[in-house]
Nanobody
Framework: QVQLVESGGGLVQAGGSLRLSCVSSGSIFRLDAMGWYRQATGKQREMVAIIDTGGIANYEDFVEGRFTISRDNAKSTIYLQMNNLKPEDTAVYYC?????????WGQGTQVTVSS
């Protein structure tokens, strides 16, 4: 049974930084791509960044070089370093594990950016 646990969210002022973490358990972590998604109140969930098994990352345009996704296969963990946060980054951030046949989601961590 794959489980994902996010942490690192919180309240930060605009221009500040946060580092999110997502620890995965249950199967061979290094074999799956991983991603960060977010969902703001009243909006659909959207992709933020994805990192493949080789460490190659892709970002949505709104990231604009402010976020960095990374993974540590030895710790079965991915990270999202978020710098220069904006109020529009306020959302629940979810970790997703893209399995071969099944995707898995964490419970999410709230990020709130005040202006």
């Amino acid at each position: 049974q794959v489980q994902l646990v996010e942490s690192g969210g919180g309240l930060v002022q605009a221009g500040g930084s946060l580092r999110l973490s997502c620890v995965s358990s249950g199967s061979i972590f290094r074999l799956d791509a991983m991603g960060w998604y977010r969902q703001a109140t009243g909006k659909q969930r959207e992709m933020v960044a994805i990192i493949d098994t080789g460490g190659i990352a892709n970002y949505e345009d709104f990231v604009e070089g402010r976020f960095t996704i990374s993974r540590d296969n030895a710790k079965s963990t991915i990270y999202l370093q978020m710098n220069n946060l904006k109020p529009e980054d306020t959302a629940v951030y979810y970790c997703r594990r893209l399995g071969v046949t099944t995707d898995y989601w964490g419970q999410g961590t709230q990020v709130t950016v005040s202006s």
